[in-house]
């Protein structure tokens, strides 16, 4: 947000806090760290506010480790600007409720790996454009109809517990995996390494893991111990 690395509790910029005057470095410290995929969110561009385009952009090129990037991405031409930049995969989020034929577009010209659907939800309901606007839309329901748009992952945010530390809601999380058979990634409120243990064993192919490391409350390499993806 505004060029900082900034997290927000429970999506509200009235409630933020600057971990870092230098995305790039953030992005460096990051891979050094073991870090293989990293989630950047554009939240000026969420929330209608500007967008971070030539940051993000230079994250991307710093060729450190692969970019996953969200945040207002709601047309083609956003998609394939940040794709061709060499973004790894790019997240749909607000579109999918409105013009979800504009997931599947994507996904068949650049590859379901490359495109991923945020279902963001408060409560069971959906949220959408940077989590202001709340649909009577239960999460269940739309997780079902990203599985037609060929997006290769889905992406699950619980608005309620994000950025608080108070250990996600694995509940919804096995619903989810219950309900559709995409590959999962749980995002919101991990708090400890038992919420990450608790989502591994529930089956999710990942877990998105932001204030917790800012607020080294644990380490990447003990998270990722933690899960197994290193000994």
């Keep these: 947000m505004q060029g900082k690395v900034v997290r927000l509790r429970q999506?509200?910029?009235?409630?933020?806090?600057?971990?870092?005057?230098?995305p790039v470095q953030t992005?460096?410290?990051?891979?050094?760290?073991?870090?293989?995929?990293?989630?950047?969110?554009d939240l000026d561009a969420a929330l209608g506010l500007g967008q971070?385009?030539?940051?993000?952009?230079?994250?991307i090129e710093s060729g450190i480790a692969k970019i996953q990037v969200a945040g207002g991405i709601r047309d083609m031409e956003k998609a394939e600007s940040i794709l061709k930049q060499g973004a790894y995969r790019i997240v749909f989020g607000?579109?999918?409720?409105?013009?979800?034929?504009?997931?599947?577009?994507?996904?068949?010209?650049?590859?379901?790996?490359?495109?991923?659907?945020?279902?963001?939800?408060?409560?069971?309901?959906?949220?959408?454009?940077?989590?202001?606007k709340q649909l009577e839309v239960d999460y269940l329901e739309l997780a079902k109809s990203v599985e037609t748009t060929g997006a290769g992952a889905l992406i699950f945010t619980q608005i309620d517990v994000d950025g608080?530390?108070?250990?996600c809601r694995v509940e919804d999380v096995a619903k989810l995996l219950g309900t559709v058979r995409i590959p999962v990634i749980a995002s919101g409120g991990i708090g400890d390494l038992s919420d990450l243990v608790?989502?591994?064993?529930?089956?999710?192919?990942?877990?998105?893991?932001?204030?917790?490391?800012?607020?080294?409350?644990?380490?990447l390499k003990d998270a990722m111990r933690a899960v197994g993806y290193v000994n």
């Design 27 to 41: 992005v460096r410290k990051f891979s050094d760290e073991g870090a293989e995929l990293i989630h950047i969110v």
């Design 164 to 167: 608080t530390l108070r250990g």
């Design 198 to 219: 608790a989502l591994s064993r529930l089956g999710v192919s990942g877990a998105i893991v932001g204030t917790a490391l800012y607020e080294r409350r644990f380490a």
């Design 52 to 59: 971070n385009h030539g940051i993000i952009q230079r994250c």
């Design 11 to 22: 999506g509200s910029k009235f409630h933020r806090k600057i971990y870092s005057e230098d």
């Design 94 to 132: 607000t579109i999918i409720a409105r013009h979800p034929e504009l997931v599947s577009d994507i996904a068949k010209r650049y590859s379901a790996d490359r495109v991923a659907v945020a279902v963001d939800a408060r409560g069971e309901k959906v949220s959408i454009e940077g989590w202001t």
